[in-house]
Antibody, heavy 115, light 107 residues
Framework: EVHLVESGGGLVQPGGSLRLSCAAS????????MNWARQAPAKGLEWVAS????????HYVDSVKGRFTISRDNAKNSLYLHLNSLRAEDTAVYYC????????WGQGTLVTVSS | DIQMTQSPSSLSASVGDRVTITCRAS??????LAWFQQKPGKAPKSLIY???SLRSGVPSRFSGSGSGTDFTLTISSLQPEDFATYFC?????????FGGGTKVEIK
């Protein structure tokens, strides 16, 4: 069974940084594209970033380009999202999502950007 | 960017009703479309991929159809556990984009 467990969320001031982690199990992590998506409070879903199975290709939504970086460590079955220059509008639950054809989602980790 | 327009944004229905949700893409995406179900406070759950392929374990009352720009999700006989919000997502082009969601409520 696929398990995706996010961690690293919390309260951060505007302009601050965080690193989110996603621990994956139950599948061969190194064979899959992985993604981050987010959902602001009482809002819809927004895709944030994707990374190819070997880390050789990355894609980002325009609103986070230059501020967020997706990465992975296939030896540790882990996905990361480095969030820099955080803004109030980045406040959301961040989800780790498996696959180029998105299937399994983690339970999410809440990032709150506020002074 | 490809815009995904879902309709309706909400609907009220009774147990046993047939429910249809539509999703329209601003340009052709072939069949690179997924549907998700989300209940309050929970992560989304994948229902359908490739426009019409049912994920393992998803009840057969759920079905999807369409290609190009117009897609539908149908629940043939609404069950109490189906009251939730449904989202479509295209994964043909970056940035990947979601529809705004359809909230299915109890009439």
């Amino acid at each position: 069974e696929v398990h995706l467990v996010e961690s690293g969320g919390g309260l951060v001031q505007p302009g601050g940084s965080l690193r989110l982690s996603c621990a994956a199990s139950g599948f061969t992590f190194s064979n899959y594209w992985m993604n981050w998506a987010r959902q602001a409070p009482a809002k819809g879903l927004e895709w944030v970033a994707s990374i190819k199975h070997d880390g050789s290709e990355e894609h980002y939504v325009d609103s986070v380009k230059g501020r967020f970086t997706i990465s992975r460590d296939n030896a540790k079955n882990s996905l990361y999202l480095h969030l820099n220059s955080l803004r109030a509008e980045d406040t959301a639950v961040y989800y780790c999502v498996k696959g180029h054809t998105p299937d399994s989602w983690g339970q999410g980790t809440l990032v709150t950007v506020s002074s | 960017d490809i815009q995904m327009t879902q309709s309706p944004s909400s609907l009220s229905a009774s147990v046993g009703d047939r429910v249809t949700i539509t999703c329209r893409a601003s340009q052709g995406i072939s069949t690179y479309l997924a549907w998700f179900q989300q209940k309050p406070g929970k992560a989304p759950k994948s229902l359908i991929y490739a426009a019409s392929s049912l994920r393992s374990g998803v009840p057969s009352r759920f079905s999807g159809s369409g290609s190009g720009t117009d897609f539908t999700l149908t629940i043939s006989s609404l069950q109490p556990e189906d009251f939730a919000t449904y989202f479509c997502q295209q994964y043909n082009f970056y940035p990947l984009t979601f529809g705004g969601g359809t909230k299915v409520e109890i009439k």
